[in-house]
């Protein structure tokens, strides 16, 4: 596990504040506008969760959702904390609304 030593957001917001790598990777962090993300991997897929803003609890549940995305692993050296940090980064800028039915 590694803990971001410098809390600032970069330009465009994005900070990682825990990631772990290997074959278990996972994390979170925020992006600029208040939202806060983590990743993890499923199967053969780095998954990136975006929470909305302002969560109720310590730990968003489904509902908190408000965008997914997913990225195929065979692009990303899992043991390199940079080439995680970077296909994170590229996810969340990518990641697509989630659709709720009934809302």
């Known amino acids: ?7 600032d957001a970069s330009l465009d917001g994005f900070v990682l ?6 074959v278990h990777a996972s994390g ?3 992006v600029g506008d208040g939202r806060t993300f ?3 991997l499923e199967r053969l ?3 990136v969760e975006v929470y909305r803003p302002r969560l109720r609890g310590l730990v ?3 509902d908190d959702i408000v965008a997914m995305a997913t990225r ?4 990303i050296d899992l043991t390199d904390e ?20 009934g809302r």
């Open 1 to 7: 596990m590694t803990l971001a030593m410098d809390r």
């Open 17 to 22: 504040e825990d990631i772990i790598t290997g």
């Open 28 to 30: 979170y962090g925020q």
């Open 38 to 40: 983590s990743f993890h």
């Open 45 to 47: 897929w780095l998954v």
């Open 60 to 62: 968003p549940s489904n």
């Open 72 to 75: 195929k692993l065979t692009d």
């Open 82 to 101: 940079r080439s995680m940090t970077a296909a994170v980064r590229d996810a969340v800028a990518g990641a697509r609304p989630v659709a709720r039915n």
